[in-house]
């Protein structure tokens, strides 16, 4: 079930993320949006580990009952900034446990008043070296930034500590969120310059209403292309047309990318089932 090895099968093919619930009274109805998207059959799907980890219980669960019952590849996210390096044993088990082999080790966001100590972890190569030191099996992959990491001097230092993470034992790469892919293609330029040959797989979100926007601007540090901008000044007003060109949109990247020679393209569900189901719709000659 590694990922790294499904993907290579496919000619072109969709991945989705999906979140779990924040609370016990969302987990129904988390649960039945997650299982929708599952339902389209996506090459993979990936569960996020939530703020700090404060998700946590239910990415595992997620996963597992996605993968058993929905045949779908699972991956679970794990983050490493606020844990203990018991904890992460105690989840690399659980996951073992669950059958879930494909992990996206991120170092996480620091929580607002967190204070890091020296036993903390620090980095997501740390991570990936643990990961890989209990079960070298597991396929691990890491997040990479084209318009470079909000933390990072700049982005020559920034790819420089992505080679390290690779070399550490990854597997393959997800990129946050971009909405010009002119960039992503510089980016993959100064990538395999600086020598990193792992498969890359480009990270889209449809934004389907103008608040989405600018929460993920606020989130991500991405950068909008002024064709993007003028899509959300004419239809940013109107719920159902700026849904329709949100979708369009992100149908019209993965295209492009497809044609540029990328293979797989991981989708930002935002858990909405309907605008999975749309994208798919979009690509179904193409991806068959």
């Known amino acids: ?30 649960t039945k949006a997650a299982r929708e998207i599952a339902a389209l059959k996506p090459v993979f799907m990936s569960v996020t580990y939530g703020a700090g980890g404060g998700t946590s219980e239910y990415t595992a669960e997620i996963a597992h009952d996605l993968q058993e019952n929905c045949g779908v590849p699972m991956m679970a996210h794990l983050t490493c900034i606020t844990s203990s390096r018991d904890h992460i044993q105690e989840q690399l088990k659980l996951l073992k446990s669950k059958g879930v082999d494909n992990i996206l080790a991120l170092r996480g966001d620091i929580p607002e008043g ?19 030191a209990f079960d070298p099996d597991f396929c691990v992959a890491g997040a990479c930034y084209p318009d470079t990491h909000p933390d990072s001097a700049n982005q020559k230092e920034d790819i420089a500590h992505l ?52 929460r993920t601007l606020k989130l991500s540090g991405t950068t909008l292309p002024e ?62």
């Open 163 to 214: 080679k390290e993470k690779v070399d550490a034992g990854m597997d393959f790469l997800i990129t946050q969120m971009f909405f010009d892919n002119p960039v992503f293609y510089s980016y993959m330029y100064k990538l395999r310059e600086a020598g990193v040959t792992v498969p890359v797989h480009p990270g889209i979100m449809p934004i389907v209403n103008a608040k989405q926007m600018k």
């Open 1 to 30: 079930m590694k990922i790294s090895k499904i993907v290579e099968s496919r000619q072109y093919s969709v991945s989705f993320e999906v979140f779990p619930p924040k609370t016990e009274d969302t987990r129904e109805s988390v």
């Open 114 to 132: 967190f204070e890091l100590k020296e036993q903390n972890y620090h980095h997501a190569i740390e991570l990936v070296r643990d990961i890989k």
């Open 227 to 288: 064709r993007f901008r003028r899509i959300l000044d004419t239809f940013g007003d109107s719920e159902t047309a700026m849904r329709q060109a949100g979708i369009a949109y992100a149908t019209d990247q993965i295209i492009d990318l497809f044609a540029n020679g990328i293979r797989t393209v991981h989708v930002y569900s935002m858990n909405n089932p309907a605008v999975a189901k749309a994208i798919l719709d979009n690509l179904s000659e193409i991806i068959g």
